[in-house]
């Protein structure tokens, strides 16, 4: 059974249809990317996933079971994670306030802020200062240890290397293998193609709202996958 599911799935904000009949699967530990160009739905699918679109027609399935007949607490410890475009950090709250954000799900696993300032030592140095006072790259560890704390089995990243410098892009990749080697499944929304060929298995193309194309990323050469992404 996959994790997640989207099965010809309508999304709506509004009156206005974004996504048209997605279909998609992510099973447990995949590495998935979610290719296309700008303003095609990408970002949409995750606000789908957090319940700030419509579903008109079709389903959202978190392991076999349709994530709109969840009561929300059930669906927010569901087990996936999002770390949103633009990092959504809470400049109000410290480092550590931000962070135990992400625990209020409770769910049981190995990240607790203890191993997510193990992971992140930049972050337990300074863990009672603002959110924004950190760099930019800082700045996304934060969003992706907030993520780790909820113990999720699908981590969803949107957009994780934007306005990021390649070294940090490089740090990255690396840590998103190494979750996806400790069992959790990625989707990684992108368009940073050296990240894509290094963290993703498979893909699935989306183009006005629409997959137009699925399959696995040593099939498709840089020139091919450039084609998907750019403007
Ligand atoms: N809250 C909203 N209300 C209405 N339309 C929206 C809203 N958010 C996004 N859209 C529209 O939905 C379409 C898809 O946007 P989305 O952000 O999902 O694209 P994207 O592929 O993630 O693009 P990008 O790569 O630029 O982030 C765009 O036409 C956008 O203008």
């Given amino acids: 059974m996959s994790l997640l599911a989207f099965d010809r799935v309508d ?17 447990a530990g995949e590495r998935v990317a979610i290719l296309g160009r700008n303003g095609v739905g990408k970002t949409t699918i995750v606000n789908t996933l957090c319940g700030v679109t419509t579903i008109r027609a079709g389903a959202v399935c978190i392991r076999g079971v349709r994530y709109d007949s969840l009561p929300n607490y059930l669906a927010a410890r569901s087990g996936i994670a999002s770390v949103l475009q633009g990092r959504g950090i809470l400049p109000n709250l410290t480092i550590e306030e931000n962070l135990l954000l992400g625990a209020a799900v409770s769910r049981p696993g ?14 337990g140095e300074r863990a009672g200062n603002p959110g924004l006072g950190l760099s930019g790259g800082q700045q996304q560890m934060l969003a992706i240890g907030r ?11 949107d957009e994780p290397s934007e306005g990021l410098a390649p070294v940090i892009v490089d740090e990255l990749a690396r840590l998103f293998n190494h979750l996806a080697n400790e069992g959790t499944a990625i989707m990684l929304i992108e368009q940073n193609i050296r990240l894509i060929q290094r963290v993703a298995d498979r893909y699935h193309v989306l183009s006005k709202g629409e997959v137009t194309e699925t399959g696995t990323l040593a099939g498709m050469t840089t020139q091919q996958l450039q084609d998907h992404i750019t403007i």
């Fill in 11 to 27: 999304a709506h904000y509004g009156n206005a249809r974004i996504l048209h009949g997605v279909s998609f699967e992510i099973g």
């Fill in 110 to 123: 190995p990240w607790t802020l203890k191993t997510v300032y193990e992971l992140f030592p930049a972050l």
């Fill in 147 to 157: 993520a780790l704390m909820a113990n999720p089995d699908l981590l969803v990243l």
